[in-house]
């Protein structure tokens, strides 16, 4: 048995990064059933955030409540600020796209295309921070784009061209939001902790989702059938709030580089449950492009793990 296998706590923090990984996939299948019943993207992201959102502010303040917020750094109201700005940015605009853009793509496409966001990432920083991207870093992109690419022209070739068309562009949105997001966010999580990051972001998110719906006068949206309401929380405890934990754990058992290769079970665990849940059929070319973008993204979220530019944010995906 490898040396890194070793001790328990390891072993733990593998089965928590796998775990984690299965429980945010599982979050486009879960949508896709809530579709099936009716309800709008903006509803449904509306209760995920409502029944998540305690879950993430109790976490968040149970070290003050404890006795122990000394270890915790004030928060400014410049921090205050920017929490508000990448809530907005990686939770509620990446979260809307996501599931506007599942309403038009198998939960399967959607899970693809969110996972190269390592790749924009590493395009994104390059504009930003005026730095070359590196050789060995041009073909994990070809592979991962590619990959794209042949899915999503197999699952064009076998429905409406313009609807898929339109989903993988809401979808790659949410990534682009999602690569903003992971950007901005290293220092901040560095300083205040992952958890009271998650909670803050989450709540700035929250109040967009409310105000949204005051302004559209569509609260009505929100009486749905009861198997919605059981779905929508099984979204918000088991595919949002749960995994970052068992993310954070994990990767601080196992590191990020390890944690890069173990989490790509993600992925294909969407195909593996949108199969034997919605029915959706699995090709020889989406597998294939499957794993184009896995090879691409690992390649990425290795070379710069040491970095933690890609993995250290991963706790809460859209």
């Known amino acids: 048995m490898p040396a890194h296998f070793g001790s328990r706590d390891t072993r733990l923090g593998y089965l928590a990064v796998v775990a984690s990984a299965i429980l945010f996939s599982a979050k486009s299948v879960f949508i896709k059933m809530c579709y099936a019943y009716g309800i709008g993207a903006m509803p449904l992201m509306a209760l995920r955030m409502g029944f998540s959102l305690p879950l993430f502010l109790i976490t968040a303040n149970l070290p003050a409540w404890m006795g122990k917020a000394g270890a915790q750094a004030p928060l400014t109201r410049k921090d205050f600020f920017t929490l508000f700005g990448l809530g907005l940015l990686g939770y509620y605009l990446a979260s809307a796209f996501d599931m506007l853009g599942l309403q038009y793509v198998s939960a399967g496409m959607e899970r693809m295309v969110l996972y190269v966001y390592p790749s924009l990432v590493v395009l994104l920083s390059a504009w930003i921070f005026r730095q070359r991207v590196q050789r060995s870093m041009v073909l994990p992109l070809v592979l991962s784009y590619a990959g794209i690419a042949l ?83 099984l979204i918000a405890v088991f595919s949002t709030v749960l995994p970052v934990y068992l993310f954070s754990y994990g990767m601080r058992a196992v590191g990020p580089g390890r944690t890069a ?39 990425l979220g290795l070379k710069n793990s040491s970095k933690k530019v890609v993995l250290v944010a991963n706790a809460v995906k859209v």
């Open 151 to 233: 899915s999503f022209s197999t699952e064009a070739s076998g429905g409406n061209s313009a609807e898929i068309a339109k989903g993988g562009a809401l979808i790659l949105l949410s990534a682009l939001c999602y690569a903003l997001f992971l950007i901005g966010h290293g220092r901040m999580v560095a300083r205040i902790g992952p958890q009271r990051m998650s909670a803050y972001c989450m709540a700035a998110s929250g109040v967009a989702v409310s105000v949204q719906f005051l302004i559209s006068g569509r609260v009505k949206d929100m009486i749905q059938p009861l198997p919605v309401y059981g779905l929508a929380l």
């Open 261 to 299: 290769v173990v989490s790509s079970v993600g992925p294909v665990s969407t195909y593996v449950l949108a199969a034997y849940l919605v029915r959706e059929k699995v090709g020889w070319a989406q597998i294939s492009g499957l794993i184009l973008v896995l090879l691409g993204s690992l390649a």
